[in-house]
């Protein structure tokens, strides 16, 4: 699933039989999940991981919220590269090892750089000057081995509109 403003691919299943199979892969995974995120500020890293564990910390709004904690929670693998970057924002390449819900927000906003336009993560005010409608964050492709006639799967989808927007104002 994806947050609801979070733009991309999603898998869905026809069967309960397809069902069961597609979240075993999740799962084990044997899923590879990549996304593209504006971060606010500029990285410092050009590349990089973050792995914790991450749980609900508190509610706002009637959301949750997650974030790292120490005992207990679901561990979180992010592997990262920061692809462009300028003082006010960064574009940043993300390939996730594990599916935790917010887990690329939550990530970002822990290292002070919340995805732009995710007020629900972001503590304060963005350092970036432009203010998207929505956070900005994309599953740009899914790859897994069918698991039933085991043949590899791609699905991309490139970027909407409004990130490529973003990407243009940002960094133009």
């Not at 590349?47 to 949750?64: A, C, F, M, P, S």
């Not at 927000?105 to 336009?117: C, D, E, S, T």
């Not at 993560?121 to 970036?128: H, I, K, L, Q, W």
């Not at 509109?161 to 973003?166: E, G, I, R, V, Y």
Request: net charge positive; aromatic share 8%; hydrophobic share 35%.
């Amino acid at each position: 699933r994806l947050d609801k403003e979070t733009s991309g691919v999603l898998l869905v299943a026809k069967t309960d039989q397809a069902k069961e199979a597609a979240l075993a892969l999740f799962l084990e995974r044997r899923i590879q999940k990549i996304y593209w995120a504006l971060v606010d500020g500029k990285l410092q890293e050009k590349k990089g991981v973050i792995d914790n564990h991450l749980g609900k910390k508190r509610e706002y709004q009637g959301q949750t919220l997650y974030g790292e904690v120490k005992n207990g929670g679901s561990r979180a693998i992010t592997h990262f590269s920061c692809e462009k970057r300028n003082k006010e924002a960064s574009l940043v390449f993300c390939d996730l090892k594990t599916g935790r819900t917010h887990q690329i927000r939550v990530h970002f906003a822990q290292k002070g750089h919340p995805l732009l336009g995710d007020s629900q993560y972001a503590e304060g005010s963005f350092r970036c000057s432009y203010r998207p409608h929505r956070h900005l964050l994309h599953a740009s492709k899914l790859s897994f081995i069918h698991p039933f006639t085991k043949r590899k799967i791609e699905v991309e989808i490139p970027l909407p509109a409004d990130f490529k927007a973003a990407i243009q104002a940002i960094f133009s």
